[in-house]
């Protein structure tokens, strides 16, 4: 049994290197990661996670995993920003507020599917000039979802978090450990 990770993400590599996991291939999916008109963070996080599987071809005795990871302030989905302008408009937002981190994996192998979705509550701290202007400086908010990155500088302005720390970085070991054995893939 093969396991492609449907993803290029050096984050998800290294968590699943935690769980003693080297893919046997890596493809990522190439998909439109537009929310529809008025699609909520959830449903549109396990959306992403399902097309993306959908997108990579795979043999019958493949074993395909995908995620993706939302960030979203009550209803708004807080995507990739764009440039810099829009990675400071989400972290002023998200300053000082609880917002959500959605993250949906999604396991197939010859049309069975394994699903799973962890939402995680998050508290920002308000970012001085200082740190804001920094923050963008470094580069760290380019290609993540809200313009954060939870193990990294961003890291420091995160006071509280209730839920999956590894979800917030893009792939929660815990369900991704056991979808992975409901299906019965061993490392």
């Known amino acids: 049994m093969r396991l492609i990770l449907g993803s290029a993400s050096p984050r998800r590599l290294d968590l699943l290197a935690q ?3 080297v893919p046997d291939a890596i493809c990522p999916a190439d998909i439109d990661e537009s929310p529809r008109a008025g699609e909520l ?6 959306r992403m996670a ?3 599987l959908q997108a990579i071809p795979a043999g019958p005795d493949d074993l395909v995993l995908c995620a993706d990871t939302t960030v979203a302030l009550g209803r708004r989905i807080m995507g990739k ?9 989400f972290l002023i937002k998200l300053g000082g507020r609880r917002h959500t981190v959605i993250s949906a ?5 010859a049309g ?3 699903r799973r979705e962890v ?6 701290k308000r970012l ?10 470094s580069g760290e908010w380019q290609g993540k979802a809200g313009g954060y990155a939870i193990q990294g500088r961003a890291g420091a302005f995160i006071p509280w978090i209730s839920g999956s720390f590894t979800g917030v970085v893009g792939l929660p070991l815990h369900e991704t450990a056991h979808v992975l054995a409901a299906a019965g893939y061993r490392a």
């Open 119 to 124: 939402v995680t509550a998050v508290r920002m």
């Open 81 to 89: 920003p764009q440039d810099a302008g829009e990675a400071a408009e």
């Open 128 to 137: 001085s000039d200082q740190e804001l202007n920094s923050y963008l400086d």
């Open 50 to 52: 399902l097309e993306k």
């Open 112 to 114: 069975r599917l394994w």
């Open 105 to 109: 994996i999604a396991l197939g192998q």
């Open 41 to 46: 963070p959830r449903p549109y996080c396990a």
């Open 19 to 21: 769980l003693g996991i």
